[in-house]
């Protein structure tokens, strides 16, 4: 039986990460390290409190076969930006290392559509800088997963979001080919699609967009 590692149960996709996990026959065991306690309870969850400081503390109870990690914040929240690249690089790599160190042999890291390391815009040169240094890592297998986006219900309220919603979902079918990497898709599907790639046993970096995530869904 396994066990997972989770980072970002709080957040959309890690919510959805975090029930799929537990419901799974194939998790005996799911730590998530979250920086509150959570409301869910489950024989199966250990909770860990802790964030991107605590982490060398936190490092012997990270012991896991695959880790989760669905770390990340916006610019409204974390205007600053070496903050932000704490949050959205330095925490999911250093989680990932010591997650490696040991003994997991998968990631699953959710990354954003357009990550590139050598991009000129600070959010998608970070998710890309973060891709390419878990993917050095070497893990047996290592699942890059990058929405566009997003939708689903957030805790907090965010209008401008919701109608970017509204609109993908009119623009959506209109996205065919290579573009359909820009398409919305449900927090929870990217969350399952996770899950699926790690019951899939493939090995090795692979990157999954829209397309693949959908076809993950279908196995």
């Known amino acids: 039986m396994t066990t997972a590692l989770l980072f970002g149960a709080t957040g ?6 975090l029930r799929g996990l537990l419901a ?42 695959e880790v989760f990690i669905a770390l990340g914040t916006t610019r409204a929240q974390t205007p600053d930006e070496a903050a932000y690249y704490r949050i959205d690089h330095d925490y999911p790599v250093e989680a990932a290392r010591i997650a490696r160190h040991n003994g997991a042999r998968a990631v699953l890291l959710v990354s954003a559509v357009g990550a590139k390391a050598a ?16 993917i050095a890592l070497q893990f047996g297998a290592t699942h890059i997963f990058r929405p566009s986006m997003l939708m689903g219900e957030r805790a ?16 959506n079918p209109l996205l065919l080919g290579p573009a359909d990497r820009f398409r919305g898709i449900d927090a929870a599907d990217v969350a399952q699609a996770m899950i699926a790639a790690a019951r899939s046993g493939a090995a090795g970096p692979r990157i999954h ?3 693949e995530m959908m076809a993950l869904l279908r196995r």
């Not at 979250?34 to 490092?59: E, F, H, M, N, Q």
Request: no cysteine; glycine share 4%; charged share 25%.
């Open 12 to 17: 959309l996709i890690g919510a959805h990460l």
């Open 24 to 65: 799974s026959p194939d998790y005996a065991q799911v730590i998530a390290v979250t920086r509150r306690p959570l409301t869910l309870t489950d024989p199966k969850l250990t909770v860990l409190i802790g964030d991107a400081d605590s982490l060398p503390a936190l490092a012997p109870q990270l012991i896991a076969d």
């Open 119 to 134: 991009s000129g815009q600070f959010y998608l040169r970070t998710k890309g800088e973060t891709e390419r240094d878990v």
């Open 156 to 171: 907090e309220h965010r209008p401008v979001e919701r109608l970017f919603i509204a609109l993908a979902h009119i623009v």
């Open 209 to 211: 967009h829209w397309r």
